[in-house]
Each structure stands twice: as structure tokens, then as C-alpha cells.
């Protein structure tokens, strides 16, 4: 055999394309999949086909088509129960088709946390009616925050400060969400003092941890990023002992090799700072984009080289990095990018990465600007302000 393994990818956004490049540079040979041409991964893979992720028979069929070695989900929005089967053929489910099945979902993972695992979350409910949602917020309090259980970078998702927002809430969570279930999660707005995404790695030997990140949505989206966040020494071993219980859970009738982005909100308490889980996502992390700048082996290399069995580093050090977004503001097929050679010009440390998306929508992310600095402040000031430099111009 010519190559160290195929891989389908199943999702060929900006997280897909990095990977791409990781997988590839190790040898493999990557189909990618997505629901729409020129797909960013498409751009850089081996092969590739068009299908939604959630018709089931066109996924089975690319899978018999191609026989890959590892099914590797970018995505939430797949017909998981598609998964279950194939792996039940014996196809090999990055990381399993449990974690898919149970993360495509914000209420399967949640249920899992809170109620199998016993982590501390936020108050909740689930909601598939505005009654529901007005009865859901009664039992959480305002401020509150709905959003869909399945949806896409935060889409839909409201803070409500009021009853007199609900009504708003539920519809925007309506139009933006994934799948075929009308059905939103309702939770108590936490008081946070900042949040963290914890990129935990599975693999052959064992669970590395990268360095914390620290990260600011808006929208539900992720803007900016930056490594490493300061926190507590009990904080992060509290949020590493809960990432590695629900990572454990999650393995399945696999191995559960693979990268895992873990969300957790952190809070001053009376004892030190209280870690709260918020969400997990079995792949790479957008907001783990600044691993790009910060870590010799990113998360995508980390992820590439857990599924295919080789070996990841015990211990994962990243230098003061930051990332920032740019999004695009209104729908086009004909547009360009300006500024990039000022963006450059910020700092020797700045880097830029275009994703190459055949159209532009409102708030979609279109690239993302990478800094390194003496410390994560520092670094963030840079990643901004060249992010800032530059522009989309529509025709």
C-alpha cells in the first residue's frame, strides 16, 4: 500500500482543510465530502463528493465507494444513525459513532454530562414550542439563553434578558437550526468570569491535553481566540478531570482515538474558581485555529496523527498566540479580499489564513488572522487589529 490510509471526511469547511493538509502530510489519501463544490477541504484533497451529510443512503454509498479506512466526521449535522450501521459493518467512525450521535445533539450530550456523568452544568430545559421555552426559562431564571440542540458555530443562539424576548428567541433559534428536530435547549445564563476550550487528545497511549484556551463569541460564534489562558492550577486540573470523563464516555464501540474540544465556563466561587461544562465537539475546535500559531504540532496535526495511530506527544506546550476572524456581512458569489499586504505588515509574528468559500453570508467566516506575542494580551492586539486590515469587497 502506496499510502498510510483513506480517509473520508465527512464536512469540508476551514477545519476539514487543515486537516487536509495534516492528514496528507502523513501519507494519507483524503475524499472530502460536503453538500456544495469547492468546498474549502475540496480544494486540497484527493477526491471528493457532493452530498448532504444527512441523506443516509448517499452516505452509505460513498462510504461502499470508497472503502475507507477512517470515516472522519467534521461536522454535527450527519445522519449518525448511518454511522451506527457502518460501524457495525466494521468501517472505523472517528472517534465513534456514539460521540457523533451523542454530540450532534446539544440535549444527548448534555443529558450525558449532567445526568450520566455527574458534571456540574448550568441549569436546563428543552423546549419545542414558544409554551415550552416560556415554561423552560420560568425553571432556568433571566437572564437565560436558548439555542438550538443541533445548529452550526452558535447559530441561533439568543440571550434573552426578559419574557419579553422569547418570542424573538424562539424564532431565530428556529431559522437556524440543523436537521430534522424543531427542539431547543433553555439555560440559565451563567455569570462567567471568562471560558476556556480545552483541547483533550486520545490515542494510543493514553490522553494528552493542550495548554487552555481562551476565546470571546458573539452570536454564539467564536471572534477571537488565544493560548494560553490564565487560570488556576485547581481550575485546569478540574477541567482536565472532567474532559477525560466525558472523552472516556464518548469511545464507544471504538477506540475513541481522536481530538476533542471541550467547552467549559469558569467563575469565581467561594473555594476558587468553579469549572462549569458547557459543550463538546469530538474533532478539531474552531477556536483552536490559533493552535496554527501556538503549538508546533496544531490540533489538526494532533487529531491526524491520534486517528491514525501514531504518536502524540505526553505533554503539549503552546507560545503566546492569538486569532481573530473575519466574517463576511451579506450574500455573494463575487467578491474579493483587499488589505492582506497591510495586515502582513502589523508584525513579523503575523500570519493570515484565507479559507477559500466560493460564497460570502452574513457573519460566515471567511478567514482568520494568527499573531504571536509576548503574552496572550499582546498577541491578541496583534491578531486584531490585522484582522481588521482586511476587507471584502463585493462586486
Request: net charge negative; proline share 4%; with cysteine.
Amino acid at each position: 500500500m502506496s499510502h498510510i490510509a483513506t480517509i473520508l471526511l465527512l464536512g469540508s469547511g476551514e477545519l476539514g482543510r487543515e486537516f487536509t493538509i495534516s492528514a496528507k502530510r502523513l501519507g494519507a489519501i483524503v475524499i472530502a465530502c460536503d453538500a456544495y463544490e469547492r468546498a474549502p477541504a475540496m480544494q486540497l484533497a484527493d477526491g471528493c463528493e457532493v452530498f448532504s451529510m444527512l441523506d443516509g443512503e448517499k452516505l452509505r454509498a460513498a462510504v461502499h465507494k470508497h472503502k475507507p479506512d477512517l470515516i472522519v466526521p467534521e461536522i454535527e449535522a450527519i445522519r449518525t444513525e448511518m454511522l451506527a450501521d457502518l460501524e457495525d459493518e466494521g468501517f472505523n467512525v472517528v472517534p465513534s459513532a456514539r460521540a457523533a450521535r451523542l454530540t450532534m445533539n446539544r440535549d444527548a450530550i448534555r443529558d450525558l454530562a449532567a445526568d450520566e456523568l455527574g458534571l456540574v452544568t448550568s441549569r436546563y430545559r428543552y423546549a419545542t414550542t414558544l409554551e415550552e421555552v416560556e415554561a423552560a426559562a420560568a425553571h432556568t431564571g433571566f437572564p437565560c439563553v436558548v439555542k438550538p440542540v443541533m445548529s452550526s458555530s452558535g447559530k441561533g443562539q439568543s440571550k434573552v434578558e426578559d419574557e419579553a424576548g422569547l418570542q424573538e428567541a424562539w424564532d431565530y433559534a428556529c431559522a437556524n437550526m440543523r436537521g430534522d428536530r424543531a427542539r431547543v435547549i433553555v439555560e440559565e445564563f451563567i455569570a462567567f468570569d471568562y471560558e476556556i476550550t480545552l483541547l483533550a487528545v486520545r490515542h494510543k497511549d493514553g490522553m494528552s491535553f493542550c495548554p487552555p484556551i481562551g476565546h470571546r463569541q458573539e452570536r454564539g460564534d467564536y471572534r477571537e481566540s488565544w493560548q494560553p489562558a490564565a487560570m488556576s492550577e485547581g481550575a485546569l486540573a478540574d477541567a482536565q478531570a472532567m474532559a477525560k470523563k466525558v472523552v472516556m464516555a464518548l469511545a464507544g464501540k471504538g477506540r475513541g482515538w481522536g481530538l476533542y474540544g471541550v467547552e467549559f465556563f469558569v467563575r469565581s466561587g467561594e473555594g476558587g474558581e468553579e469549572v462549569i461544562f458547557s459543550e463538546l465537539s469530538p474533532r478539531p475546535h474552531d477556536t483552536g485555529m490559533v493552535t496554527l500559531a501556538s503549538q508546533d504540532l496544531t490540533e489538526f496535526d494532533l487529531h491526524a496523527r491520534a486517528i491514525l495511530g501514531l504518536p502524540v506527544p505526553v505533554s503539549i506546550a503552546a507560545r503566546p498566540a492569538a486569532s481573530a476572524v473575519l466574517l463576511a456581512d451579506r450574500d455573494s458569489a463575487d467578491f474579493a479580499f483587499e488589505g492582506l499586504e497591510e495586515a502582513l505588515a502589523v508584525d513579523d509574528s503575523v500570519d493570515f489564513r484565507l479559507f477559500g468559500k466560493p460564497v460570502t453570508r452574513p457573519y460566515r467566516r471567511m478567514g482568520v488572522a494568527l499573531a504571536r506575542g509576548e503574552n496572550a494580551d499582546a498577541a491578541r492586539g496583534l491578531a486584531l487589529e490585522a484582522a481588521r486590515r482586511v476587507r471584502i469587497r463585493y462586486s
